[in-house]
């Protein structure tokens, strides 16, 4: 094993995790997604999908923070007078709200409506970055790129929602750009089951084309301060 190096049991094989390169990107952990009354449940979604792996993107953040490793937050939002918002995105299918309109928590996924907020849970604390991203992707018309490149980081370990949409995207983007890519399994979610398999499928497919999957206990085992875990 090279000099810096820890493996972290993944597929289709180990994670060649290099610890001073390493950050936590979050994506998308917002209400307007996992709460009744927001955008994805105006969408017929079942939210409680989203909000029953809150325990475990928790404890994935607190094991980073307690290895003094970057958490990086994400939330898709546009400027309030849309001028960042496609009328493609905006205008397709026939929903009950669309961005920007005004629903039970605020303006639908606006720059600083309630709705739009990370949920409390999860909420990031002073130093942590977060991305306002336009699109599906959290590299497309951000500063992502260059606040990972400001931190010397090279591989990321993703969290968030959804598996196969913004995760799914951002993990290819990063891909890319050269970045190694290890998404945590029980921290990521669909509102469709079979949708989040099909990803992880995917990603892990031809030997790592788009990443590594791991299960949150192996990835806390082994960044943990000392090779342990708190209990």
Not at 180 to 189: G, I, K, Q, S
């Amino acid at each position: 094993m090279a000099e810096g190096i820890i493996e972290i049991k993944a597929e289709p094989f180990a994670f060649p995790a290099k610890p001073d390169a390493l950050a936590l990107i979050v994506i998308d952990m917002q209400r307007d997604f996992a709460e009744p009354g927001g955008f994805g449940a105006s969408l017929g979604n079942d939210v409680g999908r989203i909000t029953r792996i809150v325990p475990d993107v928790k404890r994935l953040i607190q094991g980073f923070r307690d290895a003094g490793l970057p958490v990086i937050h994400t939330m898709e939002c546009h400027k309030p007078d849309l001028s960042d918002l496609p009328p493609a995105k905006r205008d397709r299918g026939n929903p009950t709200l669309r961005i920007g309109d005004v629903g039970p928590m605020g303006r639908v996924l606006i720059s600083g409506e309630p709705g739009t907020a990370i949920i409390s849970e999860l909420a990031p604390i002073d130093g942590e970055v977060v991305i306002e991203k336009p699109g599906k992707g959290a590299f497309y018309a951000t500063e992502l790129g260059d606040v990972l490149k400001a931190k010397g980081i090279s591989q990321l370990v993703f969290a968030g929602v959804t598996t196969e949409v913004c995760v799914q995207t951002t993990m290819r983007e990063a891909n890319d750009r050269g970045y190694e890519c290890l998404l945590a399994e029980e921290a990521t979610e669909s509102y469709f089951p079979e949708f989040k398999v099909a990803a992880i499928a995917m990603i892990r497919a031809q030997g790592a084309i788009v990443g590594w999957t791991a299960h949150v206990d192996d990835i806390l085992e082994r960044i943990a301060p000392k090779g342990g875990t708190d209990a």
